[in-house]
Structure formats: structure tokens, C-alpha cells
């Protein structure tokens, strides 16, 4: 049942097996909400493991011929996935934002972003090179080929209905993998459109198929313990990867894994400050703050803490909070009431120890669950925002003295997945580049993900890489073939 404001093409109310639009065995529904009003947009089949193993054994059984074309056509399927997804940008955008609630021109933004990836792993398919070895003796030859890891199990996350699935899926179809995807059951009706697309541009039945269900849990543990899935990839928080990683461990199963962060964002005494708050709005204030590299800690330096903080908040104020519809929003609603709760309580710790609200700092009255964008100066280190991942609309100011202190606090975390800093000085930037513990570093600039450059974390922000030419490798074998009596 569907009962989306607008009619599309691309919407479905059932999970993709084989090639078909099916409920499976599923006998109960549930609801896909706006969280811009609260309103059901549509309501799905609740499917669950026994849908996800009739899915594997649709993949591993599609898996071998997929692999088997070469790598030029399965380029051309792609090329052409990419190809409707941007023709079909605005209605892609406009389930993206029904059902996610972000700016439309956030949401089109996201599906060209998706697209990207399709378009990048469409001609890295083609350039799966393996190698050639120098052999020790004379009668040898050695070589090394590249084949694809088999079924990819893929779990993502509600922040980027679109971007977050062609991420894992562009490269594992492009090397010849077949996929069962699982969307977060926020947004399955983005993956859903996708999958409408997938068909139409020719991927095979099985070869991509999406699982739509709340019982993600059980949906794992399907995905981690049947033995035809060959590796999981998941994006979403570190709690949930640290259970898959155990699930994966009894096969030894292969894993990638994009989790929290808690992105440090440095403002040096010597930084370009306009350049720096531009910066802060970007990475801060994207989707609402729902970004895994979001700026969470920001970090000013005493000669321009209050000149920063000041100009932060007057451009915070000019930010527009709606419905994510509405022309000139910039800010739409969180993701749901438990959403909304963590950035309502993080800024209450705060205030209770000492911080003050220089902007914002309210949830809107009324339906949706909406935040005004907030700053916050007389941060420090005891608070709940230094120690986790806020995902909202929150920039809590940090005072700090030294370069070496200030390193120090930006790793004094768990996480490692992207850092932020604003500085002039050649030497420092290289220094400081250097001595953060991220996967990712943006030297000012608080925006950098792209298709072109591999995303991913250290420490307990992951494990892997997406995007770029690297993000192949996450799906590709190795195998050494040794030739004797030449
Ligand atoms: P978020 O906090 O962003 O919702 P989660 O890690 O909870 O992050 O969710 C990301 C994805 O993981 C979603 O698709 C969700 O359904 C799924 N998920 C949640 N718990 C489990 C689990 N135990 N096993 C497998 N997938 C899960």
C-alpha cells in the first residue's frame, strides 16, 4: 500500500528476488514514515530470513554467468544504471526526500552523487588488472589474477538512502559479484526505485536483489551465516558492525565495514575565518548533521574563538528549517523521535555543565521532528558531545591553546574516520595532517567525498575502503597461478 503525495514510476510496495517484486512468505507490513509530518508513506512487506536465504540462493545461482561476461558488457549495464539515474534525478530526489526528509536540492544532489559511483566503477570494470611475476627459476611462470569474492551481502544506513547502497553495489557488480541488499528500514523506497532502474538498464534477474524488513537483526544473521554469501559489506553504526564482524568470524568471512565518527574540526589562529565558517556550515550542518563525517568537535584557537563563534551563529541564524519540499529549506527534520532525543539530551548535558546556547538549541514544536541549527561555545571535554557522534544539528565550540593539544584531544576517541582543520602555515598544515589519526582529512575545505577518492576509516571507524580504484579490491580475490616445467 502506498500512499506517497505524488505518483512515480519508480515506487514499490514489495522486495526485489530474481527478478520479481514479491512479498516472499512475509504476512505482516510496516510503515515507511515522512519525518517531515509523520505521515505513512507507504507500507511494505515485513520480510525476514527465510526471504533473504530464497534471495542468496537467487544471487549464487545467477552469480557464475554474470562473472563469466565480459567485463565490457557488464560496463555497458552499468553505464547505462547511471544513465536513468540521472534522467530520472528529480524523481529519484523526490522519494529520497519523502522519505528521508533532506532538502530536495540535497536529495537531487545525493542521487548524481550515487550516480557517480555507478559511472566511476562502470570504467574501473574494465581495468581489473592482475599481474605478472618474475619467477625464481626458469622453468616457472607466474602470474596473478583478480575474481570476484561471489555473493556480497550489503546492510546500509538511513542517511543515504541512494548513496550509501550504489556505493557497495557499483563495484561488486562491476567485477562480476551478484548482491543481496539490505536497506535500513527507514528508507527502503529508495533502494526499491534503484532496483526499478537496475532492470530497466539490464542487470540480470538474481544478480541484484533488495530484502525490504525491520527485523534487521535477523536479516544479518541470515546474511552472516548462510556460507553462499561470500563477504558482508555494512554501513551504519560501530555497535552493529562489532556484532557482524562476530557473525562473519565462525566462516571467516570477508567483511567492510563503514561505521561512527566523531569528526574533530580545527580552527588554527591563522585560518582564512570566512573560509572556515563556510567550511564548518558544509560539514556540520549537512542533512541536518545525519553525516557519519560530520564536524562533531569543533576545536577554535583562543585568538579567534569569539570572532569565529559569532560569525557561525549569525550564518546559522539565516538557515531555514522545514519541510525538506518547501523552497529555501536548508534544514529538514531529523530522522525520527529516538533522533531527535540524542540531540535534545546532548545539548542538555552540555547547558547543565556550562556550556552556553549561542543559537538554536530547541526541537520545533508541532509535527515532524525538526532541531533548530545550534551553536554552542564554553564546550569542554566532559561533556556528552566531546565523547559521541551527536548526528544532528549541533556545533559545540571547544576552546584550545597549542597545536600538540589540540592533536591530542582530536584523537582522544575511539573513532577514526574524518577530521577537519582550517590553518595558513605550510609547516603546520603538513604536521598536523600528519599526526591526526583519521582515514580522511579535509585541509580547508569541510566538504570532500567523492567517487574519485577512497572513503573509509581507522581505528573503529571501519575496516576497508569505497570509492576510487581501491574500492574494487574490497570485492576481487587474488589468485597466484604457478606454471612448472616451461
Ligand atoms: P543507525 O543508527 O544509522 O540506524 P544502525 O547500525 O542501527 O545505524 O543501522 C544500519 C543498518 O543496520 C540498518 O539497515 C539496520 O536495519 C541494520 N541493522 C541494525 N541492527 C542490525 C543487526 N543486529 N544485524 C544486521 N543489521 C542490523
New binding site residues.
Given amino acids: 500500500t502506498r500512499h506517497v503525495p505524488f505518483s512515480s514510476p519508480f515506487l514499490r510496495d514489495a522486495g526485489y528476488i530474481n527478478g520479481s517484486w514479491t512479498a516472499g512468505g512475509a504476512t505482516k507490513t510496516f510503515d515507511v514514515l515522512n519525518p517531515a509530518t509523520g505521515e505513512v508513506l507507504a507500507s511494505l512487506p515485513d520480510m525476514g530470513a527465510a526471504e533473504t536465504r530464497e534471495a542468496i540462493d537467487a544471487a549464487y545461482a545467477a552469480q557464475p554467468a554474470w562473472a563469466a561476461r565480459p567485463a565490457k558488457e557488464r560496463a555497458g549495464i552499468l553505464r547505462k544504471w547511471h544513465d536513468l539515474m540521472v534522467a530520472h534525478a528529480d524523481e529519484l530526489a523526490a522519494i529520497l526526500t519523502a522519505e528521508m526528509g533532506k532538502p530536495f536540492p540535497e536529495a537531487r544532489g545525493e542521487i548524481l552523487y550515487a550516480a557517480a559511483y555507478v559511472e566511476w566503477y562502470a570504467e574501473e570494470a574494465k581495468r581489473i588488472y592482475g599481474e605478472t611475476i618474475p619467477a625464481p627459476s626458469s622453468d616457472k611462470r607466474m602470474i596473478v589474477i583478480k575474481q570476484p569474492v561471489g555473493v556480497v551481502g550489503t ?5 543515504f538512502p541512494a548513496a550509501m547502497i550504489t556505493r557497495k553495489i557499483a563495484p561488486a557488480l562491476a567485477v562480476g559479484c551478484a548482491v543481496v541488499s ?4 527507514q528508507t527502503p523506497l529508495s533502494a526499491l526505485a534503484l532496483a526499478v532502474l537496475a532492470e530497466q538498464a539490464g542487470i540480470p534477474a538474481g544478480v541484484f536483489n533488495v530484502i525490504v524488513g525491520e527485523d ?2 535477523a ?2 544473521k541470515e546474511l552472516c551465516g548462510n556460507d553462499k554469501v561470500r563477504k558482508i559489506s555494512f554501513t ?2 560501530t555497535e ?1 558492525g562489532r ?2 564482524m562476530r557473525q562473519c568470524a565462525d566462516q571467516i568471512k570477508k567483511i567492510s565495514l563503514e561505521l561512527g565518527g566523531n569528526a574533530p574540526f580545527i580552527v588554527f589562529d591563522d585560518a582564512d575565518l570566512d573560509a572556515a565558517v563556510e567550511g564548518a556550515l558544509a560539514s556540520k550542518y549537512r542533512n541536518a548533521g545525519q553525516t557519519c563525517v560530520c564536524a562533531n568537535r569543533l576545536y577554535v584557537q583562543s585568538g579567534v574563538y569569539d570572532a569565529f563563534a559569532a560569525k557561525l551563529a549569525a550564518k546559522v541564524e539565516t538557515m531555514a528549517v522545514g519541510d525538506g519540499f518547501k523552497a529555501g529549506v536548508t534544514i529538514g527534520p531529523l530522522i525520527d523521535e529516538q533522533g531527535l532525543s540524542k540531540v535534545e539530551s546532548h545539548v542538555a548535558d552540555a547547558v547543565s555543565r556550562g556550556a552556553t546556547i549561542l543559537t538554536g538549541g530547541k526541537r520545533v514544536e508541532g509535527a515532524g521532528t525538526f532541531f533548530t541549527p545550534t551553536v554552542l561555545t564554553g564546550v569542554t571535554r566532559e561533556m556528552k558531545v566531546a565523547r559521541e557522534e551527536t548526528f544532528g544539528p549541533v556545533a559545540p565550540l571547544f576552546r584550545f591553546d597549542t597545536v600538540e593539544d589540540v592533536i591530542a584531544q582530536a584523537n582522544d576517541t575511539e573513532f577514526g574516520l574524518a577530521a577537519y582543520f582550517f590553518a595558513g602555515d605550510l609547516k603546520k598544515v603538513w604536521r598536523v595532517a600528519e599526526a591526526l589519526e583519521y582515514g580522511m582529512v579535509g585541509i580547508n575545505t569541510g566538504l570532500m567525498s567523492t567517487e574519485t577518492a577512497p572513503f573509509g576509516g581507522i581505528k573503529q571507524s571501519g575496516l576497508g575502503r569505497e570509492g576510487s580504484r581501491h574500492g574494487a579490491d574490497d570485492y576481487l580475490e587474488m589468485k597466484y597461478l604457478c606454471m612448472g616445467n616451461v
Fill in positions: 546492510i546500509t544506513p538511513w542517511n539490505k536497506p535500513a528500514e534487521g537483526p536479516i544479518g551504519g553504526s552493529v556484532i557482524l
